[in-house]
């Protein structure tokens, strides 16, 4: 536990941080003024035990006893490796205070092995939660709503109206997409056929509406004859009133 041996006639000798051929070459050496060509065999039976915390998106969180040869890899080996949300480029160790980044995608990948520390007792592993890619589709569609689009693998609009149900009996000819604060307008016919210039990859904070086949404005209230009108793009307010 102090990192120290004893032996007789030779006393205490230090051992922490040295390999058993190094103690035995130490003990040799010592033993030689009382014994003629003394032999020693030194053996490692077994490593101190450390203790770890891994936290975040691996697949079971918790401490974790190790051995004090164990690195990084070898613990989130341990804890059944990292979630489909998991933000591996971002994991991070600490250790009393200090905070080490570890590229976990480049280190599970066999790169960036610089990152795979040798644990201390103590150290804490966090594996932080991707953010969330989303998407939002309202109109006339099935199931309109907001959905979370993969990091990995790209969804087209086409495939991205099936996701939200396909479309309800009254949907018109046309399909607005938001992109980066642009607006853009297909004909949903060239976008359900997946033609390639009317369907784009859906990005994430994309905002996509199906306008019905008859786009209408509401007046109420104390006019004549109050309730839905069919709209245009030369209606003014005075003639709707």
Avoid: C, H
Wanted: hydrophobic share 35%; glycine share 8%; aromatic share 6%.
């Amino acid at each position: 536990p102090d990192g120290e041996i004893s032996y007789p006639l030779v006393g205490s000798i230090k051992a922490e941080g040295k390999t058993t051929t190094e103690i035995r070459t130490e003990l040799q050496q010592a033993l030689s003024e009382y014994i003629i060509n003394p032999e020693v065999s030194v053996n490692l039976i077994s490593y101190r035990k450390l203790r770890v915390t891994v936290m975040g998106e691996v697949r079971q969180e918790g401490s974790y006893e190790i051995r004090s040869d164990n690195k990084v890899l070898d613990v989130i080996s341990l804890a059944g490796g990292i979630t489909e949300k998991a933000e591996a480029e971002a994991a991070t160790l600490q250790r009393q205070g200090e905070k080490m980044d570890v590229n976990l995608k480049e280190l599970l990948r066999g790169n960036n092995l610089d990152d795979n520390y040798q644990l201390q007792d103590g150290d804490q592993i966090f594996v932080p939660e991707r953010e969330r890619l989303t998407a939002s589709i309202q109109g006339e569609v099935k199931a309109p709503g907001q959905y979370e689009l993969s990091y990995d693998k790209e969804i087209r609009l086409n495939e991205f109206l099936a996701q939200a149900g396909s479309l309800t009996e009254n949907a018109g000819e046309k399909i607005r997409l938001i992109s980066n604060e642009e607006p853009i307008e297909f004909d949903l016919e060239d976008t359900l056929a997946a033609r390639k210039n009317a369907n784009p990859v859906v990005q994430d904070g994309d905002s996509i509406y199906i306008p019905p086949a008859l786009e209408e404005v509401t007046i109420l209230g104390e006019i004549a004859r109050p309730g839905s009108y069919e709209w245009n793009e030369n209606m003014r307010l005075a003639n709707l009133i």
